[in-house]
């Protein structure tokens, strides 16, 4: 449910689409190279902005907040397939519909683009194309990841990747602030919520990582962490 809307184009304002940019520039650089216009909307915590075979109309990119991809399963289950985060973009389908389903995690806004659009701009462009083929490999690449991760680790295994991922994409001075529960880590991780704050209990008891809050983690050893993320 698209709640409000802020229509723009969006500029390149002169950045080479050959340069290494963080994920949020590229996709404002590719965007903005193939003059298309993008719109903003706002989603309250846990509103869906798709659902599962709902036709893949827009590409999105995260501004704000972060969103969860996921699948409920037949028997109630639900499966997280990935979070995305200020930057990230999701929404890429080879297919005309969507496989997973999104909701907010947090109060989120997210930037779109027509899928059309973009389709049309890297038929006759072979940057954006080359863009385009970028972030669909990484996508398959974390696809991958995350198949090993369900298929052959253990629950500390597991917590520990998934810490060290964070780390990677959320610390800040050190400290991460989770804007997901420990029930959306467990659904990404393949576990009960009980495995997971078990794990990490035993975790800050060895004294691997320190608590500040409910979701405000600090890794005091990423040393033993990528041990353990063997």
């Known amino acids: 449910m698209l709640t409000q809307t802020q229509t723009a184009p969006i500029v390149a304002d002169k950045i080479n689409l050959g340069q290494t940019l963080p994920a ?16 903003e909307f706002s989603y309250k915590k846990d509103e869906e902005i798709y659902g599962e075979d709902e036709p ?39 297919g005309s519909v969507h496989r997973l389903a999104t909701e907010a995690i947090i109060d989120t806004t997210v930037r779109l683009v027509k899928r059309r659009s973009l389709e049309q701009a890297a038929a006759v462009d ?16 974390h696809a991958e990841d995350h198949m090993l991760l369900l298929g052959r680790k253990t629950a500390v295994e597991r917590v520990a990747t998934f ?51 409910a979701r405000q983690i600090m890794l005091r050893n990423r040393q033993r962490l990528h041990s353990m993320d063997a």
């Open 24 to 39: 949020s520039d590229q996709f404002a650089a590719m965007t903005g190279h193939a003059g298309l216009v993008a719109s």
């Open 56 to 94: 893949a109309e827009y590409v999105y990119q995260v501004i704000s907040g972060a969103v969860r991809s996921y699948k409920l399963l037949s028997d109630g289950r639900r499966q997280i397939g990935a979070f995305h985060l200020p930057g990230d973009v999701f929404g890429l389908e080879t």
């Open 126 to 141: 072979v940057r954006v194309a080359r863009k385009l083929w970028t972030m669909t490999a990484g996508d398959l690449r």
């Open 163 to 213: 810490l060290l991922e964070m780390d990677r994409r959320l610390a800040v001075a050190g400290m991460l602030a989770l804007p997901m529960c420990r029930r959306d880590i467990g659904d990404y991780l393949g576990l009960t919520l009980e495995t997971v704050s078990r794990t990490l209990s035993q975790l800050h008891s060895q004294g691997v990582l320190g608590f500040s809050g």
